[in-house]
């Protein structure tokens, strides 16, 4: 049996990390860390070269070693504690501390006037309400209620659904883990049948081989540290330029986007998101998440020699505008023409502006038409409109369908809107921007108008995959209709035909493999996904 060839698939690896890798709306609750860039100057400027990762957020227990020999010192004083080889410690907290894990339903992250209207009307209705200000995206966290960690999630479904209902939580509201330690803070390093205790956090420095987190292997050393909400976190040091080795495989994976402009590109983009963002995560003890949250790292084994080639290449350099780092948004794949950032998020950037994925000029017919989709043997592929498209042959969802039966969509809105919807008449369109993707989509139901907006809209209109599960439909480029039985008329479903994965801002990662492959260069490459921006050596 013939297999397809990798060109003609998006791997899942792909798809799921440039979702979120770079991706959603930094008013939206629980996404707005995701894009929000501190000030530069004292994050930069204090700059030793190295970055902290949190491989592990949080946790009562943490694992970390090496490969070969290595030494756990107090990080405060330098005093070794423990040593070992080929084996992992075991950190936990002492007995004098208690570990309080509780679920609270997170329902914004707002401005100081918003924190306090949303609190207002929460305590009104009755809601026990709980705020943390989020240093690094400048906004409070806002949440409500609170219950215990093996609450049936019945119970907890329940709750936010009538806070739903009540006005109070937005329909993509989600519950946070709030860990809490009561107590003096006692780290405990545990190794064979050998027990230290420390008041000061500690360190894994390996003497030969690689620092093991959890088993995983990576470069540099381990930290391990109470982080803000009083969990430990396991943290991995190491200069930036090795963290982007194991970064750049995991957001373009090499096999099979190894062109290497393409690898270049995505190294500058990397490299330029975690300069822009250090510090952001620093009341936790590191700065960046090893996950779409911020970008996907990999470490030690997802290290790659064409990636790694791809950093060592372009050390140091960075893309900004008017001397300040962009931020540099991506996604998998655009669907012919890539957003204006305020098309799909809220503030409008000026090197974030829609470029057509083509070599042939800027006309608007490269965002095809519903007509045009419905023609076409395939829809698919649509090869026939791809006219020039540079990531047309890598990713099988340049082009895609979706559909659903009248109870099928009835059930997605009523799970993503929070309310009982029965009946579904109508599916509007309200407004598209000029690249073709849907800005606003009001839904006519027995529970009244519903109605999404730029790039939530994804999270709104869920598709059913194969495994039943609801999917955030891949892009915000498509057109709907319904389906009609031809004798009564009646609508017994919905077709959606789309383009695209991710929500299209800056640069399309599949697209930058095409610009590849007909021979544009990463600079070429940046500069036509990031409009007016200049490249630089920062170090």
Not at 173 to 190: K, L, M, N
Not at 239 to 267: C, S, T
Not at 324 to 343: C, P, Q, R, V
Request: charged share 20%; hydrophobic share 40%; aromatic share 8%.
């Amino acid at each position: 049996m013939s297999l397809p060839s990798p060109r003609a698939l998006l791997s899942a690896s792909l798809a799921l990390v440039a979702l979120a890798a770079c991706a959603d709306a930094p008013t939206a609750p629980g996404d707005a860390e995701r894009h929000a860039r501190p000030s530069l100057g004292a994050a930069v400027q204090a700059f030793t070269g190295n970055i902290r990762i949190g491989i592990v957020p949080g946790s009562s227990e943490v694992h970390v070693g090496s490969t070969g020999a290595y030494v756990v010192r107090d990080a405060v004083t330098g005093t070794p504690l423990l040593s070992g080889a080929g084996s992992q410690a075991t950190v936990t907290l002492g007995s004098g501390a208690v570990v309080l894990e509780r679920f609270r339903l997170q329902i914004g992250c707002l401005s100081p006037a918003g924190r306090d209207a949303l609190i207002a009307s929460a305590q009104q209705l009755g809601y026990v309400t709980h705020t943390v200000f989020n240093a690094a995206a400048n906004c409070w966290r806002v949440y409500v209620g609170e219950f215990p960690s093996n609450e049936p999630f019945a119970t907890r479904n329940a709750f936010r659904n009538q806070a739903i209902a009540d006005g109070i939580a937005p329909g993509d509201s989600f519950w946070a883990i709030v860990v809490t330690v009561i107590g003096v803070t006692e780290y405990r390093v545990s190794l064979g049948g050998a027990t230290v205790t420390s008041s000061n956090p500690v360190v894994v420095e390996p003497e030969s081989g690689f620092l093991t987190i959890e088993g995983a292997r990576y470069r540099g050393v381990g930290r391990v540290a109470v982080n803000s909400g009083g969990a430990l976190a396991a943290i991995n040091e190491l200069p930036l330029e090795e963290y982007l080795y194991g970064v750049v495989p995991r957001e373009l994976p090499p096999n099979p986007y190894g062109e290497p402009e393409a690898q270049k590109a995505q190294a500058v983009s990397a490299r330029t998101y975690a300069l822009a963002n250090l510090g952001k995560r620093a009341a936790d003890g590191y700065d960046l998440l090893p996950t779409t949250a911020d970008q996907v790292y990999g470490g030690y084994q997802a290290e790659h020699p064409v990636s790694s080639m791809a950093v060592d290449e372009t050390a140091g350099i960075v893309a900004v505008s008017g001397g300040n780092l962009i931020t540099t948004l991506y996604h998998s794949t655009s669907g012919g023409w890539t957003a204006n950032s305020e098309d799909v998020f809220t503030n409008p950037f000026s090197y974030l502006r829609g470029v057509p994925d083509a070599e042939r000029g800027r006309a608007l017919e490269h965002v095809p038409s519903l007509e045009v989709f419905k023609r076409h043997a395939n829809p698919r592929n649509l090869r026939a409109t791809a006219e020039g498209d540079f990531e047309s042959d890598w990713s099988q969802y340049h082009r895609w369908v979706v559909d659903w039966s009248a109870a099928e969509m009835a059930q997605v809105l009523s799970a993503s809107f929070g309310v009982p919807v029965s009946t579904v008449t109508e599916i509007t369109v309200a407004d598209r921007s000029d690249h073709g993707r849907v800005r606003e989509i009001r839904f006519t139901t027995d529970a009244g108008t519903l109605v999404g907006l730029k790039d939530n809209i994804r999270s709104r209109l869920r598709y059913i995959d194969a495994n039943g599960a609801h999917a955030a439909l891949r892009s915000t480029m498509f057109h709907i209709e319904p389906v009609t039985d031809p004798r009564t008329k009646a609508t017994t479903g919905w077709k959606a035909w789309g383009g695209g994965w991710g929500h299209g801002v800056g640069m399309s990662q599949t697209g930058a493999v095409g610009m590849a492959e007909r021979g544009y260069d990463f600079e070429r490459i940046l500069k036509h996904y990031y409009q007016g921006i200049a490249l630089e050596r920062w170090y």
